[in-house]
């Protein structure tokens, strides 16, 4: 049918694809911005050392933003969630804004910068840990646009976006993006909710909306409108509290009309008498109704009922949260994923903010000290390798794939194969021409980049594959954000062991770290 959320996502596709690019890119773009300008700043007032000890507590605060959206945000709705994360995000670059006008010589910008970024990290981490439960609820190829999204902010460039960004701009398309989307999926999920034949089952559609009812047992969402007979042969262990309580109050309603109906008896016959009129008064006007034309009370009656379903209708009261008993019963499920989505990262920090930052400090320095003229691509090599990193990120968020979808290990593998080379690199210098280290660092943007696009898509639908974590649809949202913590943990242990080597054999690094 075509008031179905199947029907209009087919149709407007790509509408669809560009409000979800947009979430990812503003949620990510910001945070790229502001850190950049943070750390022009820290090299401006000769902090560099500063720098190693905030990024750490930058992780530190979005595994914070993490656990508070799972411990005390999961059953609020998403448009609250996302209005406060806008609000944020918007405080922190009005913080900015005032850190450049004071930017002059006054240290009381470098700490504005620290507090701007510091509340726009913890905004930016609240945000996808949203967003992506969110998506529960939408097709799930939307993960891997969002992915997209997040994959292209690292390639924003801190000096020509940071005064629109500064005016917070960018936050306007991101919360209106967010309102038009949610607009459809509140409104088109209600028809598929009072027509369940509609309902399709997909490996690459989400359960939240196009598999819920195809598999009962597997969700407590139940029907609006159903009829009593088929909702006494449900069984009585189903889960979720919404069955119990349609049944109790579809008991209270006929014991009332049964009331009504042995008053009337005992009461008046000529109101019986009255009622029976109106019946035949009813059929008639049925039977008036031209073949093949819709009753207009029915229809009248119909849009009441939907009306009275997307102001009744709420997919996050039922979310677990953070607790002790869901974080067990999602590991049994979701664990080795979720294991395996820090050590990814916690590898892949290490190439980028260690190894990667020694080889061109190593190399730069030896260039000035031979007097050596280098190329612009030298003189900028950090800068530019690290594009190459964002570029294979940006390129491995945008796909799936089978084999790593079944083998969590994968990427892992093959992040701790890459830092062995990085490793080796340092002690043997293999790499000594810029190119090679340019395609190198292509592909290790791809582990990190896989494994956030497969694992955030296998923990927001159900898939016909044996690795399917097989998650009630209320586990999902906090499947999404025990994924994310791991990831921020993964990030935060780099930096320390980042942070203590180069203070222990690399002093020099730390405080002149390569451009």
Known sequence: MENTLAYHYDQHEGFYNLCVFILGLVNNLGYFVINAFVGQLAADFD????????????????????????????????????MINSVLMIFSFMLLAIAMLQYQGVYTSFYLCIIASLTHGFAQAFGEGVLLGYLKGLPSDLVMTFGSGT????????FTMIFLNALGLFVLPYYFSFLWIDDKRKTYIKNELMYPELQVSSPVRSDGLFAQ????????????????????????EQEGQNYQQQINERDQDIQEEIKGIVVYKAGNDELKFDQQEQHDQDQEYRQSIPEGESDPQQVHRMRKCESKMLKEYDDVSDNK??????????????????????????????????????????KQTKAQQMNQEMSFFEENEYSFLMIAYYAGSFISRSTLHSAILSKSYTPTIAQAINLTIWIYNLQYSLFTSFYPVFFFMIWCGFPGGTAYSNFLYLANTRTNLECDFQLHYTERELTVNLLMISNDLGVFFAGVINLAVQALYFPDVLDNPPS
Request: contains cysteine.
């Open 213 to 236: 009812y195809y598999s009962p047992q597997n969700t407590n969402k139940q029907i609006f409108e159903y009829n009593e007979s088929a909702a006494r042969e449900q069984k009585p």
């Open 321 to 362: 949260r953070l607790s002790l008993v869901s974080s067990i019963q999602v590991f049994q499920k979701a664990g080795s994923y979720i294991y395996n989505m820090g050590l990814v990262n916690f590898f892949e920090y290490l190439v980028i903010n260690l190894t990667l930052t020694i080889h061109v400090y190593n």
């Open 47 to 82: 902090k560099n050392y500063f720098f190693g000890v905030y990024i750490i507590f930058l992780n530190a605060v979005a595994c914070i933003a993490r656990f508070s959206n799972a411990i005390f945000f999961m059953r609020i709705q998403h448009g609250t969630r996302i």
């Open 151 to 158: 994959g292209i902010a690292g390639f924003s460039d801190a």
